[in-house]
């Protein structure tokens, strides 16, 4: 309800009559219902979830992990997914910790307050043994 009301008073403000939480109003390639979740404005193409950095870090107590840097918008959950290609893309949810040595859950929210934003990192444990993997960050 909240979602819809504030989308709703949105689009009245740019004149824009029927609301469709699966259209992506503005061409970002993110439904309205998607760009609600992870915290962005719908009608701002600018304004969408970024990833500013990946990268694998091997800690001191021979731990790996990847590394995901990204903009996030408190009081939102977010979540990785991976899989082992992309031709046939079987993305399974991972693990992510706030910290290279907390504790993992299938949803991570870098702050409980809405105001917040930022750039975050969450941490994820590659597949052991694996050839190469790929992640997808998705706000939940």
């Known amino acids: 309800d909240e979602y819809v009301e504030s989308l709703e008073y949105m689009m009245w403000l740019k004149g824009i009559a ?9 061409k970002d390639g993110q439904t309205n219902y998607q760009e ?6 719908p009608f701002d193409p600018s304004d969408r979830l ?34 082992p290609e992309l031709v046939k893309p079987a993305w399974m949810t991972r693990k992510a910790a706030k910290t290279s040595d907390g504790s993992e859950e299938d949803q991570v929210m870098p702050s409980a307050d809405a105001s917040d934003v930022g750039i975050t990192t969450i941490y994820v444990t590659p597949t052991v043994g694996a050839k190469e993997e790929f992640f997808k960050l998705e706000a939940k």
């Not at 029927?18 to 503005?26: E, L, P, R, T, V």
């Not at 609600?36 to 404005?41: K, Q």
């Open 18 to 26: 029927s609301y469709d939480a699966n259209a992506d109003d503005d």
């Open 36 to 41: 609600y979740v992870a915290g962005t404005n």
């Open 50 to 83: 970024v990833v500013t950095s990946f990268r694998i870090t091997d800690f001191e107590n021979g731990g790996t992990k990847a590394a995901i840097s990204f903009e996030y918008v408190g009081g939102h959950l977010y979540g990785v997914k991976a899989t």
